[in-house]
């Protein structure tokens, strides 16, 4: 097994035992204290249209592309 | 902290990107695992928005309209898409140098769909760009899970695109490109007032990856300017991996402080960090302000010059400014207002929106050509665009 896959093993176990397989940690933010990471000024991606476009606009004069949180590919930048 | 070490930058662009696979594997794994035993996320809003957008700098105009619709059916599956067009008039540096300014129009066409399975989104979506000397098509799928009490959502996606590329005047050129893309994502509720987020990106490119249109520059004392363009030459392989983290936390008086880091590496050797900060503020109930400052870098690749010294001197030659060492600094601003369009029971809410972003571009090996000074001393480029999102949106 290389180094690579030995890797992800850990960081798969380490993710699941936060899933709640294990009993030792719960989560910490009870959802009646979430009121603050419910309102808008917290939303990553307030409008998927415009969030769209500037990636666009950054990704076809820039060299650099990807981990945008965004699904892309194929956007037609020549 | 485990994907701190996996992210640690090596040599190998190609053992790098089976890393990101692997990471993807493990990811499916572990939503596969996880919705046997989980409930209840949610989908995206039911929402239309209809946005002009406008970009000017550089010799460049693009503007154009853009449309989507999100549409729930039923409570498990939402369709959403989008028609956008980008007419462009082009007189940039690149076009005036060797050939004439021009018109073009590029249509996007996109559909997408999501379903919902206790707290797994599934979605699949399919986009179509079409210009008259290039067409692209891709075909997107990603899985979303949240877990540990909602606090945690994890997110991976693959994509898969195909480029044709043809060149106007030229009816024998045809190539083709394609590319995938492979994603993973964590965001994480860190506190009642804080969320993290870290995205991890490669991609792959094979098949014809320059501009048809583009030349490189070299040395030619045959030409009365003593300089001479010809057709640049691409590697037909590119393999690049992408790693960002980000921040948002919420402040007194319904604000919030955000920031964004990014860090990128590609096999032509182009290295590239992107970062963004940026301050949300929420006021008399129905105004929105943001305000965000990006700042990005890139070193140049490995077979750029500004002006190589005979024709056919290697391999591989490109003096794309967009292949150069630069870097650009933006200041953007969003204000949004939320309304009540009609008093139909059916809409919930509405707003008006506009965006306007800043940018400056410095290139620091790339020259003005159109300078007209003696060949090799041309000043460095630079220039200035705005860009503007004006958008109508509405939750029904």
Same mark, same amino acid.
């Given at each position: 097994?290389?180094?690579?896959?030995?890797?992800?093993?850990?960081?798969?176990?380490?993710?699941?035992?936060?899933?709640?397989?294990?009993?030792?940690?719960?989560?910490?933010?009870?959802?009646?204290?979430?009121?603050?990471?419910?309102?808008?000024?917290?939303?990553?991606?307030?409008?998927?249209?415009?969030?769209?476009?500037?990636?666009?606009?950054?990704?076809?004069?820039?060299?650099?592309?990807?981990?945008?949180?965004?699904?892309?590919?194929?956007?037609?930048?020549? | 902290?485990?994907?701190?070490?996996?992210?640690?930058?090596?040599?190998?662009?190609?053992?790098?990107?089976?890393?990101?696979?692997?990471?993807?594997?493990?990811?499916?794994?572990?939503?596969?695992?996880?919705?046997?035993?989980?409930?209840?996320?949610?989908?995206?809003?039911?929402?239309?928005?209809?946005?002009?957008?406008?970009?000017?700098?550089?010799?460049?105009?693009?503007?154009?309209?853009?449309?989507?619709?999100?549409?729930?059916?039923?409570?498990?599956?939402?369709?959403?898409?989008?028609?956008?067009?980008?007419?462009?008039?082009?007189?940039?540096?690149?076009?005036?140098?060797?050939?004439?300014?021009?018109?073009?129009?590029?249509?996007?066409?996109?559909?997408?769909?999501?379903?919902?399975?206790?707290?797994?989104?599934?979605?699949?979506?399919?986009?179509?760009?079409?210009?008259?000397?290039?067409?692209?098509?891709?075909?997107?799928?990603?899985?979303?899970?949240?877990?540990?009490?909602?606090?945690?959502?994890?997110?991976?996606?693959?994509?898969?695109?195909?480029?044709?590329?043809?060149?106007?005047?030229?009816?024998?050129?045809?190539?083709?490109?394609?590319?995938?893309?492979?994603?993973?994502?964590?965001?994480?509720?860190?506190?009642?007032?804080?969320?993290?987020?870290?995205?991890?990106?490669?991609?792959?490119?094979?098949?014809?990856?320059?501009?048809?249109?583009?030349?490189?520059?070299?040395?030619?004392?045959?030409?009365?300017?003593?300089?001479?363009?010809?057709?640049?030459?691409?590697?037909?392989?590119?393999?690049?991996?992408?790693?960002?983290?980000?921040?948002?936390?919420?402040?007194?008086?319904?604000?919030?402080?955000?920031?964004?880091?990014?860090?990128?590496?590609?096999?032509?050797?182009?290295?590239? @960090?992107?970062?963004?900060?940026?301050?949300?503020?929420?006021?008399? @109930?129905?105004?929105?302000?943001?305000?965000?400052?990006?700042?990005?870098?890139?070193?140049?690749?490995?077979?750029?010059?500004?002006?190589?010294?005979?024709?056919?001197?290697?391999?591989?030659?490109?003096?794309?400014?967009?292949?150069?060492?630069?870097?650009?600094?933006?200041?953007?601003?969003?204000?949004?207002?939320?309304?009540?369009?009609?008093?139909?029971?059916?809409?919930?809410?509405?707003?008006?929106?506009?965006?306007?972003?800043?940018?400056?571009?410095?290139?620091?090996?790339?020259?003005?050509?159109?300078?007209?000074?003696?060949?090799?001393?041309?000043?460095?480029?630079?220039?200035?665009?705005?860009?503007?999102?004006?958008?109508?949106?509405?939750?029904?």
């Amino acid at each position: 097994m290389n180094n690579t896959k030995a890797k992800c093993m850990v960081l798969a176990s380490i993710l699941l035992a936060c899933s709640g397989c294990s009993t030792s940690i719960k989560p910490w933010v009870k959802p009646y204290e979430r009121n603050n990471l419910a309102d808008p000024v917290m939303n990553w991606q307030l409008d998927p249209i415009a969030s769209a476009y500037i990636h666009h606009v950054f990704q076809a004069r820039e060299g650099a592309r990807g981990a945008e949180g965004t699904s892309g590919g194929g956007c037609g930048c020549n | 902290m485990v994907v701190v070490v996996v992210i640690n930058p090596v040599k190998n662009m190609n053992g790098e990107y089976m890393k990101v696979k692997y990471l993807i594997f493990t990811a499916l794994f572990i939503v596969v695992f996880m919705t046997l035993s989980s409930n209840a996320a949610v989908l995206p809003e039911d929402r239309a928005d209809a946005m002009y957008h406008s970009y000017q700098g550089g010799g460049m105009s693009i503007d154009g309209p853009s449309i989507l619709l999100r549409k729930k059916i039923g409570k498990s599956v939402s369709v959403s898409t989008n028609y956008y067009i980008d007419m462009v008039s082009s007189a940039s540096i690149d076009v005036l140098a060797t050939a004439s300014p021009y018109k073009e129009e590029r249509k996007e066409h996109s559909l997408s769909v999501d379903y919902l399975h206790d707290k797994t989104v599934l979605s699949l979506g399919y986009s179509q760009s079409k210009e008259s000397d290039f067409d692209a098509k891709s075909l997107h799928f990603d899985v979303s899970q949240d877990f540990f009490g909602d606090l945690t959502t994890l997110s991976f996606g693959f994509s898969k695109g195909n480029d044709e590329i043809s060149q106007n005047g030229n009816e024998t050129f045809k190539e083709t490109a394609t590319r995938a893309n492979y994603r993973l994502g964590l965001s994480q509720v860190a506190t009642k007032n804080l969320v993290l987020g870290m995205n991890l990106e490669a991609i792959t490119d094979e098949g014809y990856l320059n501009n048809p249109y583009r030349s490189y520059r070299y040395q030619d004392a045959n030409s009365a300017t003593g300089f001479s363009y010809a057709t640049e030459i691409y590697p037909n392989t590119r393999t690049s991996n992408a790693a960002s983290l980000r921040a948002r936390y919420f402040l007194p008086n319904k604000a919030a402080i955000y920031a964004n880091a990014r860090v990128f590496s590609d096999t032509w050797g182009i290295d590239a @960090n992107t970062y963004k900060l940026g301050y949300s503020q929420s006021f008399m @109930n129905n105004w929105l302000m943001d305000f965000h400052l990006r700042h990005y870098s890139q070193t140049s690749a490995d077979f750029y010059r500004d002006l190589f010294d005979r024709q056919d001197q290697f391999n591989f030659m490109a003096r794309d400014k967009e292949m150069s060492t630069f870097n650009d600094l933006s200041i953007g601003l969003t204000t949004r207002y939320l309304f009540k369009i009609s008093s139909a029971p059916w809409i919930k809410s509405s707003s008006i929106n506009l965006s306007i972003d800043h940018i400056q571009f410095d290139y620091e090996n790339f020259r003005n050509v159109l300078a007209e000074q003696q060949m090799g001393t041309e000043p460095f480029y630079s220039f200035s665009a705005n860009v503007i999102r004006f958008y109508v949106s509405l939750w029904y």
